[in-house]
């Protein structure tokens, strides 16, 4: 009795088993049938890959890294008496499962590859004598060239000569100084430009950058700050009026304007570009009365300082200045609709409402592209001085809040103004090497003025038959150059070669040299462009950019 009791017991064991025992068991059964069924799977492809390679032996190798679908199972089979016909719908349903090609490279990928351009696009290009001027401040370029370029590794003639050069505005090429004219020595006088002000523990420009993160400034730094500032910014304003600079930027946390002298684009004033510019501010140069215009305005109905209701004068389409509506005829012939209105039966609330509604259309119209490129304001003239001051008082202009509050509009010039700081692009030399061929490249990182790429041609030019350049575009002030584009165009149109004659004159002791004056003086269409990509091929005839 005993020995049965023991059996019994035993069988009771066996057959009844605990929830986790019964899980374990569940998890092997399910890995067995996983396994069983990526075997099955694995034999099938095989098979089909093989009844593929028989009946298809010239077809390429599918990619092993694509998605298993069962397309593979429902294709299907290839028989080799097959006629032609169904050989090209096989290798069209082949072609469809393969992964799609993607877009052939571009003959410059900025900053890491260089390829040589084929002949049918070099064909194709359209090249021009002479290079446009590209007035958005551009952060990096790179140059290539298959020859050396000048070395950044510099001795201590060369620095100094570049030095001297670049402070006292010296042309070593045209000039018997005694100043080293090696092309690392002229390179690197392109290399420096003037700012104010300085901080070495924050980025002034571009102002959104995420590394200015040191101490914020006190009330007692910030009136000193100001004071400088204010004395550097009129310096430069003068010497833009004087001829004696031939442009500068200053640059705030939520603007960027763009002085520029008489002559520049063509123009016989100096003139400013304001980017992008909101309603408000605009408001308040209406009420400081500078009249202004918005060439990248869409509606030439809103393209001037009137915007609905002004008595400012505005430029017509064919560049003369005519006089808007004045205020109380405005107020007149509103309440003539008013009364209009009246006379039908309508309520006096009811005609509130219409004009409320009218008022909250227009302004939804005038605020539509704010902050963009469209909404650049061009100030022309006598109103210049007007803005300088507006500029100097406006509380927009320096910022009160985040990590650049205190600190003024950051101030860069291609020359020497007071208080100014001179500074240094950074720069590296490469070697780069593509199928086969070594390419000499140089690197420039920084603020990239618009003279400097007009300087490094220039020198190339004269040492090298071909070379190719890439650069970074700030795009806050992209639309600089495109409202130039849209002035040079419009002065050429108007054919005033002798007001580009007297401008270049004028400009000559604005410290550029002349080549680089020429093409800031330049009008018509390929007087002032974008660039992003730019190569030079003397066999050509000159430059082509995109």
């Known amino acids: 009795m005993a020995a049965n009791s023991i059996i019994t017991d035993k069988a009771k064991s066996q057959k009844w088993k605990t929830p986790n025992e019964i899980l374990k068991l569940q998890r092997l059964q399910q890995k067995k049938k996983a396994l069983q069924a990526r075997l099955s799977r694995s034999?099938?492809?095989?098979?089909?890959?093989?009844?593929?390679?028989?009946?298809?032996?010239?077809?390429?190798?599918?990619?092993?890294?694509?998605?298993?679908?069962?397309?593979?199972?429902?294709?299907?089979?290839?028989?080799?008496?097959?006629?032609?016909?169904?050989e090209d719908t096989v290798f069209q349903l082949i072609?469809?499962?393969?992964?799609?090609?993607?877009?052939?490279?571009?003959?410059?990928?900025?900053?890491?590859?260089?390829?040589?351009?084929?002949?049918?696009?070099?064909?194709?290009?359209?090249?021009?004598?002479?290079?446009?001027?590209?007035?958005?401040?551009?952060?990096?370029?790179?140059?290539?060239?298959?020859?050396?370029?000048?070395?950044?590794?510099?001795?201590?003639?060369?620095?100094?000569?570049?030095?001297?050069?670049?402070?006292?505005?010296?042309?070593?090429?045209?000039?018997?100084?005694?100043?080293?004219?090696?092309?690392?020595?002229?390179?690197?006088?392109?290399?420096?430009?003037?700012?104010?002000?300085?901080?070495?523990?924050?980025?002034?420009?571009?102002?959104?950058?995420?590394?200015?993160?040191?101490?914020?400034?006190?009330?007692?730094?910030?009136?000193?700050?100001?004071?400088?500032?204010?004395?550097?910014?009129?310096?430069?304003?003068?010497?833009?009026?004087?001829?004696?600079?031939?442009?500068?930027?200053?640059?705030?946390?939520?603007?960027?304007?763009?002085?520029?002298?008489?002559?520049i684009c063509g123009r016989v004033e100096t003139h400013a570009l304001l980017s992008p510019s909101t309603r408000g501010m605009r408001n308040a140069l209406r009420q400081e009365e500078i009249e202004f215009t918005q060439p990248l305005k869409k509606d030439a109905n809103l393209n001037r300082s009137g915007e609905g209701n002004s008595s400012f004068s505005n430029p017509s389409d064919d560049g003369t200045q005519e006089s808007t509506t004045d205020l109380p005829e405005q107020d007149d012939d509103d309440l003539d609709d008013d009364k209009w209105l009246e006379s039908l039966g309508v309520d006096a609330k009811e005609i509130k409402k219409i004009n409320a509604l009218n008022s909250r259309l227009l302004l939804n119209k005038e605020s539509a592209e704010d902050a963009s490129d469209n909404s650049l304001v061009l100030i022309e003239g006598i109103e210049c001085q007007a803005f300088f001051n507006f500029l100097l008082n406006a509380k927009s202009t320096i910022a009160t809040v985040g990590r650049l509050a205190g600190v003024p509009p950051t101030l860069l010039a291609p020359v020497a103004f007071p208080g100014a700081t001179m500074r240094s692009l950074q720069t590296r030399s490469t070697k780069v090497r593509m199928d086969g061929t070594d390419y000499s490249s140089v690197e420039l990182k920084g603020v990239i003025l618009p003279h400097v790429l007009q300087y490094q041609c220039n020198l190339l030019a004269e040492m090298r038959d071909s070379f190719s350049a890439t650069m970074a575009v700030n795009t806050n002030t992209l639309a600089f150059c495109k409202a130039s584009k849209i002035i040079a165009e419009e002065v050429a149109k108007e054919n005033k070669t002798s007001d580009q004659v007297f401008g270049k004159e004028n400009l000559s002791d604005c410290g550029l040299q002349s080549k680089i004056l020429d093409s800031m003086c330049r009008v018509g269409t390929d007087a002032v462009d974008i660039i992003e990509r730019m190569c030079y091929c003397k066999e050509q005839g000159g430059y082509s950019w995109s």
């Not at 694509?66 to 593979?72: F, G, T």
């Not at 901080?199 to 993160?213: D, Q």
Request: with cysteine.
């Open 95 to 263: 072609q469809q499962t393969e992964a799609p090609k993607p877009p052939p490279k571009r003959q410059f990928d900025i900053f890491n590859n260089y390829e040589e351009q084929e002949e049918t696009e070099i064909e194709e290009q359209k090249f021009n004598p002479h290079l446009a001027i590209d007035w958005s401040i551009k952060s990096r370029l790179r140059i290539f060239c298959k020859e050396s370029l000048p070395e950044t590794s510099l001795k201590t003639s060369q620095e100094a000569s570049g030095l001297t050069s670049f402070v006292r505005c010296i042309d070593p090429s045209d000039s018997s100084t005694g100043l080293d004219i090696s092309p690392s020595a002229r390179f690197y006088q392109s290399a420096l430009y003037w700012q104010h002000p300085y901080l070495p523990w924050m980025t002034l420009f571009p102002r959104n950058s995420k590394s200015n993160n040191g101490p914020i400034v006190g009330e007692v730094e910030r009136a000193s700050l100001l004071k400088d500032w204010t004395e550097s910014f009129r310096g430069l304003f003068q010497l833009v009026r004087a001829r004696q600079c031939p442009y500068f930027y200053v640059c705030a946390n939520t603007f960027t304007v763009l002085f520029r002298a008489a002559g």
């Open 43 to 86: 034999q099938t492809q095989n098979t089909q890959n093989e009844a593929k390679s028989e009946a298809v032996p010239s077809q390429k190798r599918k990619n092993p890294f694509l998605k298993n679908s069962n397309e593979n199972a429902k294709r299907p089979k290839i028989e080799p008496e097959s006629p032609p016909h169904n």
